[in-house]
């Protein structure tokens, strides 16, 4: 059995479908653009940096490919990952984008792997090509009839015996809760429509965003009726010397921004308990956002499982059913965040995630 079995420990790495040609993409970037498409031709942009980073054992896979999907839903089960928590996209009124991979596991039945749903609530931007500004699908909110397709879409999911439960309500994540309008009259909608449909609620996530540990964007997740939140930051060592260097470093050498990695669970948690952890192998978004990304420097898996150990030690304290272990990411290879085999390390980041686990159960 595995140790976070035996400690309740869930990790749920979130999961990217931009790994298969849409007309979107097609449109927007050219024919066939995925997300090995920047992560393939990125290239150092300063000494000691590390790109291109390619994938190892399952290579540059297609997501329509059904065995593409098994190989990533055993090797999750293999290291111990729960969840896959899907990147899902409604920008109003019906509209989606890079669905398929998750209609597919939902029609077919498998993978086994368990997985829950997280709303990227946010317009389709040029990120993509390190151009955020350009917008090209505006996120809408239309308010009680659209929340009310918005549930009956994704209620098929919800009844599925692979979905992510807590307490046996469907876990359900929010990637920018600050921009949702209404946001009582969309949690308590859900909530009603949930148990109409033969459900106990839903367990409703929302996400902290603080990237650099600076300020979180929003911190209202328990009065806006959210069952639990999510605290992410990127695993950076956050000085004034490096913030001044940086300064120094983008004017005049027009080097990204850069941090060293950081291990230290307690100083990146800032003693925020009532967040769920969320850990990073690695950031680097370069092979997007070029000269303007933000790269952490450093990583390695031996530091990756230090920062699991801690991580996951802190959600101890919690009911065992909510014992979530977030992980960003299982496949997010344009941002350097991935769990996946690569060519540097191998299964490093998959086994410093399992390792991690046990150690933070063994401590228990």
Same mark, same amino acid.
């Given at each position: 059995m595995a140790a976070g079995a035996v400690s309740g420990i869930r990790p749920v790495a979130f999961y990217l479908p931009q790994f298969h040609p849409t007309p979107e993409n097609d449109r927007f970037w050219g024919a066939g653009f995925t997300e090995w498409t920047n992560t393939a031709r990125a290239r150092a942009l300063f000494p000691g $940096? =590390?790109?291109p980073h390619l994938p190892a054992d399952l290579g540059f896979y297609d997501l329509r490919s059904p065995q593409a999907r098994a190989a990533q839903s055993d090797l999750a089960q293999q290291y111990g990952v729960t969840a896959f928590a899907y990147w899902h996209y409604w920008f109003g009124g019906g509209r989606r984008i890079l669905e398929r991979p998750f209609a597919e596991v939902l029609a077919s039945g498998v993978p086994s792997v368990q997985f829950c749903l997280?709303? !990227?609530?946010? *317009?389709?931007t040029g990120v993509w090509h390190g151009d955020p500004g350009r917008v090209l699908i505006q996120q809408t909110y239309g308010g009680p009839q659209d929340y =009310?397709?918005? +549930?009956?879409?994704?209620?098929p999911a919800f009844r599925d015996e692979r979905y992510l439960r807590v307490d046996g309500k469907p876990v359900f994540y929010i990637f920018r809760p600050e921009e949702l309008p209404h946001r009582h009259l969309f949690i308590d909608l859900w909530q009603q429509l949930a148990v109409q449909n033969g459900l106990p609620g839903l367990y409703l996530v929302a996400e902290v965003s603080d990237l650099l540990g600076r300020h979180p964007v929003y911190s209202d997740f328990a009065a806006d009726g +959210?069952?639990?939140? %999510? $605290?992410m930051r990127v695993p950076a060592q956050v000085t004034k010397a490096a913030e001044q260097r940086n300064r120094w470093a983008r004017k005049v050498l027009r080097w990204p921004e850069t941090y060293a990695y950081s291990a230290d669970w307690a100083y990146? *948690? !800032?003693?925020r308990d009532d967040l769920m952890p969320c850990v990073y192998p690695n950031w680097d978004n370069t092979p997007r956002s070029g000269r303007d990304g933000l790269v952490i420097t450093g990583s390695r898996p031996d530091m990756f499982r =230090?920062? %699991?150990a801690g991580a996951a030690a802190s959600t101890l304290p919690?009911? !065992?059913?909510?014992?979530?272990?977030?992980?960003k990411s299982w496949n997010e290879w344009a941002e350097g965040n991935y769990l996946e085999p690569d060519l540097e390390f191998g299964h490093g980041w998959l086994e410093a995630l399992r390792d991690g686990v046990a150690d933070a159960s063994g401590s228990a």
């Open positions: $940096h =590390r790109q997280a709303w !990227a609530n946010q *317009s389709w =009310r397709a918005h +549930f009956e879409s994704v209620l +959210f069952d639990a939140a %999510v $605290h990146l *948690s !800032a003693g =230090r920062l %699991v919690r009911p !065992a059913q909510e014992r979530l272990l977030w992980v």
